[in-house]
């Protein structure tokens, strides 16, 4: 019994260790979980630009509808978005006492490029962030830290891979 254990763990331990040392994993992108914020990258960190990206999922239950959101930041293009269900109309994006931004498309609602560079700078070092997603079932209001986008932020750094 103890033996088929032990045997059991050197294969996990090997395989992990494979996996870890496996430089066709660099290729393929890495992950990483710093409380609900997703750091996703992909390719290597000595790709010309990094293709990463950073997502927290958020939902909210009201009397009659529920929601189920996502924030998406990708920081190669500096894109900023709010994707879910039911479809976003319209979102109101602010970190700390900063001004509110705002996009209007539905479906995928993207905030303007030239105010999602200064969101960007603020989530870096911010310590709140308010979202109010309008849709067609009503509004849901969100409050959330960004501390998982910062260590998100770490993390792709630590990767090897440029942030700025």
């Known amino acids: 019994m103890h033996l088929q254990r032990f045997l059991i763990l050197v294969v996990f331990v090997s395989v992990s260790c494979v996996q870890a040392f496996d430089p066709s994993s660099a290729a393929t992108g890495q992950s990483y979980r710093a409380d609900e ?68 498309q539905m479906r995928y609602c993207v905030f303007p490029t030239s105010e999602a560079f200064g969101v960007l700078k603020q989530l870096k070092a911010g310590s709140l962030i308010l979202i109010d997603v309008y849709t067609a079932k009503g509004v849901f209001n969100f409050s959330l830290t960004p501390k998982g986008f910062q260590a998100g932020i770490a993390q792709i750094r630590a990767w090897g891979y440029r942030t700025d």
């Not at 996502?70 to 006492?97: C, H, S, W, Y």
């Open 37 to 104: 914020w997703i750091t996703e990258c992909a390719g290597g960190p000595r790709a010309s630009a990094a293709d990463c990206s950073i997502t927290v999922p958020f939902w909210q239950s009201q009397r009659r509808s529920r929601g189920s959101f996502a924030l998406v930041i990708m920081l190669q293009t500096g894109n900023i978005g709010i994707v879910g269900e039911p479809f976003p109309t319209r979102a109101v994006l602010r970190v700390d006492k900063n001004p509110a931004v705002e996009c209007k």
